[in-house]
């Protein structure tokens, strides 16, 4: 099994050198946008790419507000801060994903609660957040969602988009509803998923996009803010920026600003990627054709997308029979010089959120035990 896999990837990436695991691709415009930066010298943090790059991004994903950051983890602590969490408040996430996400909480002085994933999209389980919540949880007087045993505000819940499969949405936004908690989608990897038509990250009150050097478009390093409404989106701008007043020349700032704003130097970079988008997300996909035609002869089961859904297999992945054959497959493949990569370890194994409250973990750990991540650059490299 191995060996043709490794004949696979190879005969996709037609190379004998080493396949890393996502590389960008850059075959329009970014040289031409680039250049015109340094030309007209507006480099830094306002220039017509950074409005243009917010523009696109709202007409791609139909979000009434977009706010250029200098990467997702930004994006994600600017809209936690929006979301009113303070330190000592709990946030509810899934023990499997990217670090980014608990880091962004845990610079708020919040603490995640991690939640199973549910086994198929392996993004945060709805049945789990409402049965932990049903466990754990009260609304006081004031209908504030509270811990019960430690009383400290539970204040929001941040799913993550596996890979780019969509995790069910409407089920969390109920939950949401029931114990009138803040939906705050990590959206860094699922630029161009959709649930139910809809775009990843705009269902929530805020959701959050990456542009890092591996994601599926990339600005060098960058984030977006995605807000729901006008009100939060014009405060997004303000807190991510100095948050000053306009004025011809006087510098007045009316609350603590992050300075979080993407420079147009990277955002030239976005707008010349954005319009590459769709073509490679079809060729991504056929790359997922053609690994979940592979694996369907084999034990090992492909990820595909869920059946709600159209993601963007922004990381091909595979479930392997067990932790010994996944070793072996880490160990082969690698060797080889074709990379592959266990999924993230979970959360609570780090040593800042050891102490973090969890729910059972059953289908986080199965999954940390056989998940795979295979080589997803678009082709043409
Ligand atoms: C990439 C990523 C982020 C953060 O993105 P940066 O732009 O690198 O800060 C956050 N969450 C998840 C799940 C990611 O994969």
């Not at 899934?94 to 708020?108: D, G, K, P, W």
């Not at 490679?280 to 002869?297: G, P, V």
């Not at 084999?298 to 990381?315: G, R």
Request: hydrophobic residues 40%; negative net charge; proline residues 4%.
């Amino acid at each position: 099994m191995q060996t043709k896999l490794i004949k696979l990837v190879r005969d996709i990436y037609s190379t004998d050198e080493f396949i890393p695991l996502h590389a960008p691709t850059f075959a329009g415009n970014e040289q031409a946008y680039l250049a015109e930066t340094i030309t007209s010298a507006f480099v830094s943090s306002v220039g017509k790419f950074v409005d243009e790059f917010e523009q696109k991004i709202q007409d791609y994903t139909h979000i009434t507000r977009a706010v250029a950051t200098v990467n997702g983890t930004a994006a994600l602590h600017a809209a936690l801060h929006l979301a009113d969490v303070k330190a000592g408040d709990l946030v509810i996430t899934q023990a499997l994903t990217f670090v980014a996400t608990c880091n962004a909480l845990y610079h708020m002085g919040a603490k995640p609660v991690f939640i199973d994933i549910e086994p198929n999209a392996f993004g945060l389980c709805p049945v789990a957040t409402e049965a932990w919540l049903t466990e754990h949880a009260m609304l006081d007087a004031d209908g504030q969602c509270r811990h019960k045993d430690s009383g400290a505000a539970i204040k929001a819940v941040m799913p993550m988009h596996t890979f780019g499969h969509p995790v069910q949405l409407d089920e969390l936004l109920k939950v949401c509803q029931e114990w009138d908690l803040t939906l705050v989608e990590d959206a860094a990897e699922s630029l161009g998923s959709f649930y139910k038509g809809k775009h990843t990250g705009t269902l929530g009150r805020f959701g959050a996009l990456s542009f890092n050097g591996n994601k599926v478009i990339t600005t060098g390093g960058g984030g977006m803010l995605l807000c729901q409404s006008e009100e939060d989106g014009k405060h997004a701008k303000h807190v991510t920026t100095t948050a000053k007043q306009p004025h011809p020349y006087e510098f007045y700032h009316d609350e603590p600003g992050f300075n979080y704003r993407m420079p147009n130097l990277n955002a030239a970079l976005g707008c010349a990627q954005m319009e590459q988008l769709e073509a490679m997300l079809a060729n991504k996909r056929k790359i997922a054709e053609q690994y979940e035609q592979f694996f369907s002869e084999t034990e090992f089961k492909f990820v595909k997308e869920p059946d709600y859904a159209q993601s963007n297999y922004w990381l091909n992945a595979v479930l392997c029979p067990d932790l010994e054959s996944r070793n072996t497959l880490l160990k082969q493949t690698n060797a080889a010089g074709v990379m592959t990569r266990p999924v993230w370890q979970l959360m609570h194994r780090l040593p800042m959120f050891a102490d973090a409250l969890r729910g059972d973990l059953t289908s986080s750990e199965w999954a940390e035990a056989r998940l795979v991540n295979l080589p997803s650059s678009p082709v043409g490299n």
